[in-house]
């Protein structure tokens, strides 16, 4: 079993930045893909970044050259810097990793942006 503890969401201007972090532990099992997805109200959960145990990096169209997914292997956290923030951005954000074959969630985070 893996836990996933998501942190830094809030409110924020548009045009401003935020960094999520995700924190990874429980039983050591080689995480192979950490992913950030995100679901605004009423619509379907979406991929926004991934970053594989390799260290390649994807990202959905509409958050390219804004959002920077990262990890510390060591601390066994992956990031999600949130750079340029519209309001469309606003949702739940959540943390996954592939582990042993396995699917984990985090509990999500809320990222409102608004002025």
């Known amino acids: 079993q893996v836990h996933l503890v998501e942190s830094g969401g809030g409110l924020v201007q548009p045009g401003g930045s935020l960094r999520l972090s995700c924190a990874a532990s429980?039983?050591?099992?080689?995480?192979?893909?950490r992913r950030w997805y995100r679901q605004a109200p009423g619509k379907q959960r979406d991929l926004v970044a991934s970053i594989s145990s390799g260290g390649s990096t994807n990202y959905a169209d509409s958050v390219k050259g804004r959002f920077t997914i990262s990890r510390d292997i060591a601390k066994n956290t992956v990031y999600l810097s949130m750079n340029s923030l519209k309001p469309e951005d606003t949702a739940v954000y959540y943390c996954?990793?592939?582990?042993?074959?396995?699917?984990?969630w985090g509990q999500g985070t809320q990222v409102t942006v608004s002025s």
């Open positions: 996954n990793v592939v582990a042993g074959m396995e699917n984990y």
């Open positions: 429980g039983r050591r099992s080689t995480i192979v893909l």
